[in-house]
């Protein structure tokens, strides 16, 4: 991994064990996407148990706790960056693995791999479906939320330095594992947020962990320009529009 990418990981870390106390309660988006992944693996056929499960990002455990519910799972071993996840590892008799997904050791042959809405975080995605597709037991079956380019589309067109580097579309995810696995399902959906200022949009990043890739600190006069254009660009009846752009993929590896 280079020095660029360290850096930006650990200011991802930074930002996200910041938010860990509020993240459950403010992050609803990502509490439906985690309930659609499951909603939809079981539509896929998924059997009922699993022998050896890995879940990538867990953070407070929306995926895990209705991954724990929904499947029987035998061993469970979630990872996160933030060392305050080791919490929903407690909460759910799961093994935790703390650091870097692209940089810790995973178990042998997992017959389960899920992540919710941490892919983006990650320089190149795609790579990493790769590995997984390569490291799943012959017959396990791989779910993965991520977002794609429409993410935070406000954010993105008034210049911030909010955006995560790996937004792709489904296509995208299934074409990096098409050969190792047969794709069961892939799909996206476009949602908008909408909040009272651009100042409630702000507190909903912070309190959520999304703003790991702000690098500059704001300045009375930066956070009014940022306020006023967004205003001025994003203004509805509902209030200022926050657009999210989940996208994901289920997909089986060949017995
Ligand atoms: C948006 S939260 C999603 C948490 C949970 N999966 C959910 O659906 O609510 C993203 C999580 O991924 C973790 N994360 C970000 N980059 C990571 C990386 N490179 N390796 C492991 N975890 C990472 C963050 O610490 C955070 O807890």
Request: charged share 20%; net charge neutral.
């Amino acid at each position: 991994m280079d020095h660029v990418n360290t850096q930006s990981t650990a200011r991802v870390q930074r930002s996200f064990s910041r938010s860990f106390g509020t993240y459950h309660e403010s992050a609803g988006q990502q509490a439906r996407i985690a309930g659609h992944l499951v909603q939809e693996l079981r539509n896929s056929g998924a059997p009922k148990q699993f022998s050896s499960a890995l879940e990538f990002g867990c953070g407070t455990g929306h995926l895990t706790h209705q991954l724990c519910t929904a499947f029987e799972l035998g061993a469970l071993t979630i990872n996160d960056l933030s060392p305050e996840a080791h919490q929903t590892a407690t909460d759910v008799g799961a093994n935790f693995l703390c650091g870097d997904a692209e940089t810790v050791d995973w178990p042998d042959q997992p017959d389960l791999v899920a992540s919710a809405s941490m892919i983006q975080w990650l320089p190149d995605p795609t790579a990493f479906l790769r590995r997984i597709a390569s490291a799943l037991a012959p017959g396990g079956w791989l779910v993965v939320s991520g977002f794609g380019p429409e993410q935070y589309r406000e954010l993105v067109q008034i210049g911030t330095a909010a955006k995560a580097p790996g937004l792709r579309q489904p296509a995208d995810l299934a074409a990096a594992v098409q050969g190792d696995l047969e794709i069961m399902s892939t799909g996206e959906s476009l949602r908008q947020m909408h909040f009272a200022s651009p100042r409630k949009v702000l507190e909903h990043l912070r309190q959520t962990g999304v703003n790991g890739r702000a690098q500059r600190p704001w300045t009375r006069s930066t956070l009014a320009r940022f306020t006023d254009e967004y205003a001025q660009q994003f203004t509805t009846e509902a209030g200022v529009s926050l657009t999210y752009h989940p996208t994901w993929i289920i997909a089986r590896k060949r017995g």
